[in-house]
Structure formats: C-alpha cells, structure tokens
C-alpha cells in the first residue's frame, strides 16, 4: 500500500513520522512522509531546536504529489498531533483530495488532545478541532481513555462505559476506534488494556503493564493498527497485531533502560512479535 503519513519529524529519537513510518515500511509498505516540523528531538526533553512549518507548506507538498498524478494510488493518510487548526485544515483539505483522487482510501486521525494524569496538553482550540472537524472526517481513530472521554463527553471507569463512549463517537462518523492505555475497574492493577471497536464487533486485548514512559509509542500502535485493518479489514485481527508489535517494542525498550523507543534495534517486533496477545470480543 501507499500510505501518506502527515506528522512532525525529529532528527533525533521516534515520535511522530519517525516513529510511525518505519513500521509500516518494514511491514512492506511505501510512506510517503509528510512533516509538520522539523524538530532536532521530541520536546519531553524540555528542550529542542527547529521550525514548525506552516499550513500552507502542506498543501503545496500535496500541490506538488498532484502533480506526479500519483494521488489516485494512495491508499490512506495518516495523521497524528496537529500544532494548529490551520494545519489541522490543510490535513483535511488533503484528505479530501486524496478521497477525490481514489474513493477507496481512507483516513486514520490520531486525535492526538491529552492524556491521564496530564489531562490536555495541546494548543487552545485542538481539542474543540479534533472533536468537531477531524474525528468526523475520519474512517478511522486511536484515541487514548482521556481522548475516548473527552470525544464522546462521558467517562469511561467501566468496560460498558467505555463500549458507550465508542457508540457516541461511531455516530459522530468513524466506522472503526481503537483505544489505548484503557485502564477500567475491571482492568487489574499490572495489566493495561486496549479496546477496539468496528462494524464487525468490539474486541479487546490486555497486556502486561511495563515499566515505561515512553514517548511515541501512540505515533507506532496507530501506524501499526492503520495499515493491518487496511489489509485485512477485520477489527479484531488488527487489534491484536498491532498490540502485539507495540508490546514487544516497548519490552524491548524497558528491558534496554532506553529513553528513546527502540523502533529501529527491535523492528522485527513489527513483523513477528515475539509474543502474541489473542483478541476477546466483548
């Protein structure tokens, strides 16, 4: 497949296009890489230098792709943390000319908001953008449990309150959710939980919990999950592909003592995990 991937870049480390598109590419697809900035690394270091670019750079990226005529041959665009609505508008003006080009391709928005225990860390006027204009533009989604709560206005404490939360953001236009870092009263204390939700059921996988912090790793599991239900179109079998891979990745992270996910050094993780987590419909 030919997936456009529009996202921040680093030079140093994976968040972003750096950690999203080397899996899909060892996974045997092309990325046409899209980067909103050029950073030298990933700001949790509180520190970094580069250049966010602007709207109108994005569309005469696309500008030029239409040119090529190649835009008929994409498969899907993916995209994750929007620094502005204006950005956040040229993604979807692209997305709309991508659809143009080839009905068949579809959209994957990462609605990249906040998380647990930080609750909304990006710019004014974000969360209201993702909930408003991108999610209901999107086939597809991977929020967070802040996210899933924030898009769908209720909390998700319960498994069923979290199958409720996905039903209000399905209607709102996306056939398929993925949730990550799920942790419901039913989720035990060592174990996180991943959710997905689709036309062809709901599933969920749990994993151990690890012992990491890691940033970029919501840019890889959304890569991930994108291109296998893009290949297979089945909810459960993506789930647990791209669980599985994201495991593994972040094991071989913790067990490294890494800062920076090992999405290089661990890549086979993406290809054969070395350990498989089975999906339960629920």
């Not at 999203?20 to 980067?35: D, K, N, S, T």
């Not at 030029?64 to 929007?82: A, I, K, Q, T």
């Not at 647990?116 to 929020?143: Q, Y």
Request: contains cysteine; hydrophobic residues 45%.
């Amino acid at each position: 497949m030919n997936i456009l991937s529009i996202q921040s870049w680093v030079a140093y480390g994976h968040v972003g296009n750096a950690s999203a598109m080397f899996p899909m590419q060892r996974l045997g697809h092309e990325v046409w890489g899209l980067h909103t900035v050029q950073f030298s690394n990933h700001t949790g270091y509180g520190a970094w230098r580069g250049e966010v670019f602007g709207a109108e750079l994005i569309r005469e990226l696309v500008g030029g792709l239409e040119d090529r005529n190649v835009l008929p041959r994409c498969d899907g665009v993916l995209s994750g943390y929007m620094g502005t609505a204006e950005i956040g508008d040229a993604i979807l003006d692209t997305v709309g000319r991508v659809k143009a080009a080839n009905a068949e391709a579809h959209y994957c928005c990462d609605p990249v908001i906040g998380d647990v225990g930080r609750g909304v860390f990006v710019r004014p006027g974000i969360p209201e953008f993702m909930r408003d204009r991108a999610v209901p533009a999107a086939d597809l989604i991977t929020p967070n449990q802040f996210e899933l709560d924030y898009l769908s206005g209720r909390s998700s404490t319960t498994l069923g309150e979290a199958a409720a939360a996905c039903d209000a953001v399905h209607a709102s236009g996306p056939r398929v959710i993925m949730v990550t870092s799920l942790h419901t009263e039913d989720t035990p204390a060592d174990a996180i939980d991943l959710m997905a939700s689709g036309p062809d059921g709901r599933f969920r996988v749990r994993t151990p919990k690890l012992d990491i912090s890691a940033n970029g790793a919501g840019d890889a599991i959304a890569a991930l999950f994108f291109v296998h239900w893009k290949a297979t179109h089945s909810t459960a079998e993506a789930l647990a592909k791209a669980a599985s891979s994201a495991y593994g990745l972040l094991a071989r992270t913790a067990a490294a003592g890494s800062r920076e996910i090992l999405t290089v050094a661990a890549q086979d993780e993406f290809v054969t995990p070395s350990r498989l987590f089975t999906p339960e419909k629920i």
